[in-house]
């Protein structure tokens, strides 16, 4: 009996060991599965203007040099890209600058067509599922992008844009952005360079955009063009690019109110992975960084007034500071935790921001540590269809609902 005992003792043991071994083996294995068997979908990706102003090419290895490139994206199971089209308010002719960028996007497709598609509808983007190619869609950062122009909107939808950033942190003459909006605000002349909110003719602009089935983004808007553009919209919006002003106060992050309204609206918030729209910490240390830096920084903002000319050469001259600054990349869960808390899964998805920032948390170095951010999830305990609708399957509704 004695004997017998320690042997079924000994088994016991043996397959306790076995199933606290297998745990971490089959949960590693388990992250992975669900990450490369669902649609991936990221709002926005600025390597068309990394490319552009570095002489890059995107189906070249740009390892060490950006966050991604052609083979990065497919190594991180990416199916469907947004592409960002982008200048800043200074750029002159920015319509031509952008049909420029198009360009670029469609030179990387004629190159690469058995692994780029272009995306321009919901049966476009099933069918670079299913062929295994990288779904290329464009969506327009900046309103100031079409010049005033209703006709320059309609060509940008007719190449394949199919949202358009009302503002980015320069206001237009129809919308102001949320820079332009909180600086009015602390300066208190409450009243930037133009009008605060949506003019009559942003509000036609919105209609036109729902009309031909392009998505409103809200990202980087004001709140009071906020407001204005999501009473106007008969569609549901966009924000490509932000995250929860409650648990990061910066200036362009979503507070409260305005994520219980994209709920009722039917919309979608996909997260950002810069740091500094992630973590208070970080904006806090990052601050001290520009105090400690100020002398040389200052020299920097003669040359270029926009500040993330200044900031990209500081990072760059000092990546040991900027590396312990990174927060851990649970914070992204932190932000989607939050929406879902206030209007449930159906309204988050990813838009990283890749090659438009320069800090993305600790362990998130480039594109293809995606399926780190799948494993927290499930590490949190979301299910398998929140997880298929929050990486893909929201956009997919969203993007039908704009177009039909
Ligand atoms: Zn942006």
Do not use: R
């Given at each position: 009996m004695i004997f017998s005992g320690i042997k079924i003792k000994r088994t016991a043991v043996l397959l306790a060991a076995l199933f606290i071994l297998s745990i971490p083996f089959s949960y590693s294995q388990d992250y992975k599965k669900v990450h490369f068997k669902n649609v991936l979908i990221d709002t926005h990706n600025d390597i068309l203007t990394t490319a552009l102003e570095n002489g890059y090419r995107f189906d070249q290895n740009l390892k060490g040099r950006t966050h991604s490139d052609l083979n990065r994206m497919k190594e991180a199971?990416?199916?469907v890209q947004i592409f960002s089209v982008w200048c800043d308010g200074y750029?002159?002719?920015p319509f031509s600058y952008a049909n420029r960028q198009i360009d670029t996007l469609y030179?990387?497709?004629d190159r690469n067509p058995e692994k780029m598609m272009l995306v321009k509808t919901p049966s476009d983007l099933k069918k670079a599922v299913k062929l295994q190619k990288l779904g290329s869609m464009i969506g327009?950062?900046?309103?100031?992008?079409i010049e005033n122009k209703l006709s320059n909107l309609d060509s940008l939808f007719n190449r394949g844009a199919r949202y358009l950033t009302l503002t980015w942190n320069n206001s237009t003459e129809w919308a102001s952005s949320a820079m332009e909006e909180s600086r009015a605000a602390k300066s208190g002349s409450g009243r930037p360079s133009t009008q605060l909110g949506l003019s009559p003719f942003g509000k036609e602009i919105i209609s036109r955009m729902n009309k031909l089935g392009m998505m409103v983004d809200l990202s980087h808007v004001g709140e009071k063009t906020f407001w204005d553009a999501i009473q106007t919209s008969?569609?549901?919006v966009i924000v490509s690019h932000s995250n929860c002003y409650s648990l990061c106060p910066v200036f362009r992050n979503l507070k409260d109110e305005q994520i219980i309204a994209i709920g009722k609206n039917g919309?979608?918030?996909?997260m950002n992975f810069y740091s500094g729209f992630l973590s208070p910490e970080y904006q806090k240390l990052d601050d001290e960084f520009k105090v400690k830096h100020k002398q040389e920084r200052d020299s920097l903002l003669k040359l270029n007034p926009e500040p993330y000319f200044a900031n990209e050469y500081l990072f760059k001259k000092y990546p040991l500071e900027v590396q312990q600054m990174r927060p851990g990349l649970s914070v992204i869960v932190d932000h989607m935790d939050h929406i879902i808390k206030l209007i449930g899964a159906d309204h988050v998805?990813?838009?990283s921001d890749f090659d438009g920032v320069n800090s993305t948390p600790q362990?998130?170095?480039?594109?293809?540590a995606y399926p780190e951010i799948i494993k927290e999830m499930i590490k949190r305990g979301y299910s398998k269809k929140d997880i298929r609708k929050i990486m893909g399957g929201n956009f997919i509704r969203l993007f039908k609902n704009n177009m039909n």
């Open positions: 199971g990416m199916d750029k002159q002719n030179a990387w497709i327009v950062e900046g309103g100031h992008m008969s569609k549901p919309g979608l918030i996909n998805g990813f838009g362990g998130l170095d480039d594109i293809t």
